[in-house]
């Protein structure tokens, strides 16, 4: 379902708009929403396992009020695979679509066997064929814009550790514009899923990593200056707030 509302009223349940049903299928997951400079909207998503799983896409030109039927991103019955978990969407203000998804295993099955990625240039008519931008052992993939560049991390699915890879913006629908993965210096003990956020207006701006830290009880933090990461600072928090698993972070 999708619902709005003015940020200054996001404060109570009442303000929202009613929500409208995007998508029927009792077994869609993980939706992720995007924006656009035009104002479309784009929500990517996971049908996770049985005949017709995969990772699809809606679109909305009028505001969220309507919605186009779902367009296939990936098809993993097609191509296999036992499941598809944990997408990810960035959306760049001309149109451009990044999506990253994790090809899973059933249930009771671990761990996961690595992350994909695709591009689109067209508001999400066409994608490029998938790629491997993680191996086994490899979860939640995060995509977003800083700097000129496309970052892409993912945290080590036994819960410990965030990886980065990145490519300069103009190289992102391309293998091989990618940097080689390496793990976030002091990000080691961060349980997953990561937080990031962007200031400034993308695809500028600069990166903002945030992790938490279960066996200190912590919350990291580091940024991105476009090369490398700045030394990780720490905060301690009172034991009533025993940190469990991942992080988030937003920006103004």
């Given amino acids: 379902f999708y619902s709005s509302v003015s940020a200054s009223e996001a404060g109570a349940a009442t303000n929202w708009s009613s929500p ?32 017709g799983r995969g990772v699809f896409l ?34 760049l203000p001309d149109g451009r679509l990044y999506a990253a998804w994790v090809s899973s295993s059933l249930p009771d099955t671990w761990p996961p066997k690595g992350i994909f990625y695709s591009a689109s240039s067209d508001q999400g ?57 390496a793990p976030v210096p002091g990000m080691q003990r961060a349980s997953s899923p990561a937080g990031l956020s962007v200031d400034g207006v993308p ?20 940024t991105w200056n476009g090369k490398s990461w700045s030394s990780v600072e720490t905060f301690a928090l009172p034991l009533e707030s025993k940190v469990s698993s991942g992080a988030a972070a937003a920006t103004r």
């Avoid at 869609?28 to 049908?47: E, F, T």
């Avoid at 186009?68 to 191509?79: C, I, R």
């Fill in 125 to 181: 008519a066409t994608w490029s064929e998938p790629y491997t931008l993680a191996g086994a052992g490899f979860d939640w993939p995060r995509l977003v814009f800083a700097g000129g560049q496309l970052h892409f991390l993912s945290s080590e699915s036994d819960g410990a550790g965030v990886w980065h890879r990145w490519t300069p913006l103009e190289a992102s629908g391309a293998e091989t514009g990618w940097s080689v993965a």
């Fill in 203 to 222: 695809p500028m701006g600069t990166l903002h990593l945030a992790g938490a830290d279960p066996e200190l009880n912590e919350l990291l933090y580091t």
């Fill in 58 to 91: 809606v679109r909305s030109n009028d505001g969220g009020r309507t919605w186009s039927a779902p367009e296939t991103v990936f098809n993993a019955e097609a191509a296999g695979w036992e499941a598809v978990d944990h997408p990810n969407l960035a959306v």
């Fill in 20 to 51: 409208v049903e995007i998508v029927s299928d009792q077994l869609v997951s993980w939706p992720q929403i995007g924006q656009d400079a035009s104002g479309a909207l784009y929500v990517l998503y996971a049908v996770s396992y049985n005949a």
